[in-house]
């Protein structure tokens, strides 16, 4: 068994399968009921390759903050366009460095031009805790 560092290990490691996503004209209360029934911090807004920006949990906050109206404000309307982008071949260390440098929470995976993830600063802190090294051939 060969060990690897944790930081060496391609992001598409820790990135889930399937990507989340919302309809742009879905309101405030859709967007929070979707976050909270899938347990995650952010979906993608819009569908199939079309990727119009993405709404977190801030996102939400920010709005509620600002008074918008949850039923009459739309995920559209609040979500973030200018988003990070990393392939899912990089580094996990270097899309970490990604997330400092721009502070993010969340980074998109792409691979061949195509959205198949996201991965969070918790999937990173999570697989820098389990261990300074970590055996991506080990199934246990």
């Known amino acids: 068994m060969s060990k690897t560092f944790v930081g060496s290990l391609p992001v598409s490691a820790l990135c889930a399968d399937t990507v989340l996503r919302v309809d742009p004209d879905a309101d405030l209360w859709s967007v929070a009921a979707a976050l909270a029934a899938a347990e995650v911090g952010v979906l993608v807004v819009g569908s199939g390759d079309d990727v119009g920006g993405v709404v977190s949990e801030r996102d939400i906050v ?3 903050a600002a008074h918008r109206g949850v039923g009459d404000t739309t995920a559209a309307e609040i979500a973030h366009r200018e988003l990070v982008w990393c392939d899912a071949d ?13 502070y993010v929470r969340h980074v998109l995976v792409e691979r061949d031009g195509h959205l198949v993830g996201i991965v969070s600063a918790r999937d990173l802190l999570g697989a820098y805790a389990s261990g300074e090294s970590a055996d991506p051939d080990d199934d246990e």
């Open 90 to 102: 990089a580094d996990v260390a270097d899309v970490a460095e990604e997330m400092m440098e721009h």
């Open 62 to 64: 920010r709005a509620l």
